[in-house]
């Protein structure tokens, strides 16, 4: 059986009387594709916020790789192997497809920005940034300023930039927002590449690519997690259909 690479227990966020997670317990398995799942205002995101070490949990514990990680900051869990993507694309728009990669590889290292110019001259850091783009099917676009990309290679771009910090672990919220079905289609792809390379923890509202994506689906409901299982079972589940689903993914 597979180690547990994330674990979360009894983990409760709070806006004043609003409880957005509410003693939610989850664990994904290393080299798993693990989706969340869930209505509008589940707390979805509220849940990668608190994963990638931007917002700090009011009760529980995140442990990662069995290391608690509940109070480190975000920088902190990137280095631990932790690398998320956002709803609203994360890119340096005014910059090709390349730099934009060369510039993650070069943070990865440490380095500070304002040596832009002499880390992007290192070829290296070139051939590095070039390899990623093959990875997520950029390679033809590399001179391409990331601004003029469809949106759909814009989300190709920002997958890129969270591998090029070689995570273990890769928290996707909504990369499908906004596509059109062939971008879509482009994007499920490359998560398939991905599998086994890297853990990845998926949130998504494209059921049709997470039943095709996910070894393992968590369903969210009001902050807790109601059921947990593979793509039939999560399908076949009574609770789950009239909480979210509906009747017409049943078949």
């Not at 676009?141 to 890129?160: K, M, P, T, Y």
């Not at 672990?169 to 998560?191: C, F, R, T, W, Y």
């Not at 095709?212 to 997690?225: D, K, M, P, T, Y």
């Amino acid at each position: 059986m597979s180690q547990t690479l994330l674990e979360l227990q009894g983990l409760v966020k709070r806006y004043g009387g609003l409880v957005a997670t509410d003693h939610l317990s989850l664990s994904v398995k290393a080299g798993q594709t693990h989706a969340i799942i869930g209505p509008n205002g589940a707390g979805k995101t509220t849940l990668i916020q608190q994963i990638a070490g931007g917002l700090r949990p009011n009760e529980g514990t995140i442990r990662f790789d069995g290391q608690d990680i509940t109070v480190l900051p975000m920088h902190k869990r990137v280095q631990r192997g932790l690398a998320r993507s956002y709803q609203i694309t994360n890119i340096f728009k005014s910059c090709s497809v390349l730099d934009n990669l060369a510039l993650a590889v070069q943070a990865r290292s440490g380095s500070s920005m304002r040596f832009w110019r002499p880390a992007l001259s290192d070829s290296a850091i070139f051939d590095e940034a070039r390899e990623l783009a093959d990875t997520v099917g950029l390679s033809t676009r590399v001179d391409a300023i990331a601004s003029n990309l469809a949106h759909g290679a814009q989300r190709q771009l920002e997958v890129g930039l969270a591998l090029a910090t070689r995570p273990r672990m890769l928290l996707l919220d909504e990369p499908m927002a906004g596509m059109g079905h062939g971008e879509s289609l482009q994007l499920v792809e490359l998560i398939n590449r991905l599998r086994g390379q890297v853990t990845i923890l998926l949130i998504e509202h494209d059921m049709e690519a997470v039943f095709q994506l996910a070894e393992c689906i968590s369903v969210l409901v009001f902050g807790r997690i109601i059921a947990s299982g593979n793509a039939d079972e999560i399908r076949s589940n009574a609770e789950v259909k009239k909480a979210y689903l509906g009747d017409e993914v049943a078949a």
